[in-house]
DNA sequence: GTGCTAAAAGCAAATTCTTTGCGTTTGGAG
DNA sequence: CTCCAAACGCAAAGAATTTGCTTTTAGCAC
């Protein structure tokens, strides 16, 4: 945990100018077309040149991958309910929704479409790290919990495999997805 | 299935210009980084002007897309094993690692990258049909054979999961998926 | 076959985006 | 305070994208 985003020390210029245009970015992107958004216009709405952008993130991918990435981050912990069971639904019920709605599902895609496994990597972890507190919760009231790779495999992917390639799952389909992964406990090695 | 590909009927002149454009882009993904690809170079390396393709496909993504759905298109029918769980742990292990080569993985976020969810949809397909020929042949040796969404849920989705998004499973861990999916039978809806 | 038509391709100019060299500013370190 | 390296702005050069117009082509009716 050295690093905070994808910028230098916090207060420089170099601080302000990203924080000025990832919001230039979500601006735009709230009020255009994710295809009519272009570096110039970003420039433009942050109060930079073009070039400074260019020479940052290289193209217009990256910087719309940062910023998802960013938005991505969870921004409060999973919901308590009591059990580790009911933890798990919830947080996935509201995970499934939060990525099928169309930004969700754009931010994704943006993700995904910049070089290099960076981004990817880092939303799989914030995802890990949610699942990972339920987990740690359930271990505390002695209860029994799945494998951390256990509910990647069998809750998180097919809910992020069918909004990328298919149709986005409804409750009723996550809620059996995390009944499927407590039911199969032992088996994993 | 009115519909081939994307091209209107087929020997026309239409074809024959996506049929090269499709055979330049092949050819220069094969010689070159994608990040070098434009689509001036696709022109003139399929002996083509721009516009035409800019019109037909309306960008890089688009083009790409297209192509890598083609590609990603099989080819074969599932090899036969001589019970379902065998013929789904080979094609699952074969799957995973055609996805999981550079190549693959590239295919794939063009695929993703492109606008609209039709060629996400088709590799869905794609996959689903093969398990459908597998699940086919178990029913007629009047073998159990899981629910075709569990086989997706279950296996297909943490495999392109993991490509997409953290490190790609290795044969045991594909393995150990299939395992999982047979264990779990009935409980789906 | 001949001529007609709509769809698609070519061409080229206009526009917009991207890259790059160079000078200037800025925040931090000595 | 002074210096330095990193980052930015500016502007010109280079590429890519868009677009209006013309030409070609394949299919169809006669």
Chains 1, 2 share one sequence.
Do not use: K
Not at 69 to 81: F, K, Q, S
Not at 96 to 102: H, N, P, R
Not at 160 to 169: G, S
Not at 174 to 184: D, K, N, S, Y
Request: charged letters at 25%; hydrophobic letters at 45%.
């Amino acid at each position: 945990m050295a690093e905070r985003e994808a910028g230098p020390r916090p207060g420089g210029r170099s601080a302000r100018v990203q924080a000025s245009v990832h919001r230039a970015v979500r601006a735009l992107l709230a009020r255009m077309d994710r295809a009519e958004v272009t570096i110039p216009l970003v420039a433009a709405e942050a109060g930079v040149t073009p070039s400074t952008i260019y020479r940052r993130w290289g193209e217009l991918n990256e910087l719309l991958a940062d910023v998802a990435v960013e938005r991505l981050r969870p921004d409060m912990v999973p919901v308590e309910t009591g059990s580790g069971r009911g933890d798990l639904l919830a947080w996935a019920e509201q995970y499934a929704e939060e990525m099928s709605s169309g930004l969700g599902r754009e931010m994704i895609r943006d993700v995904l479409a910049a070089e290099g496994a960076a981004g990817p990597r880092r939303c799989c972890c914030y995802a890990r790290q949610q699942i990972a507190v339920i987990a740690d919760r359930a271990a505390t009231r002695g209860e029994a919990f799945p494998d951390l790779d256990a509910v990647l495999d069998g809750v998180i992917a097919p809910i992020l495999f069918r909004i990328l390639f298919d149709e986005a799952l409804g409750g009723e389909r996550v809620g059996v997805l995390v009944e499927g992964v407590f039911a199969g406990f032992g088996r994993r090695a």
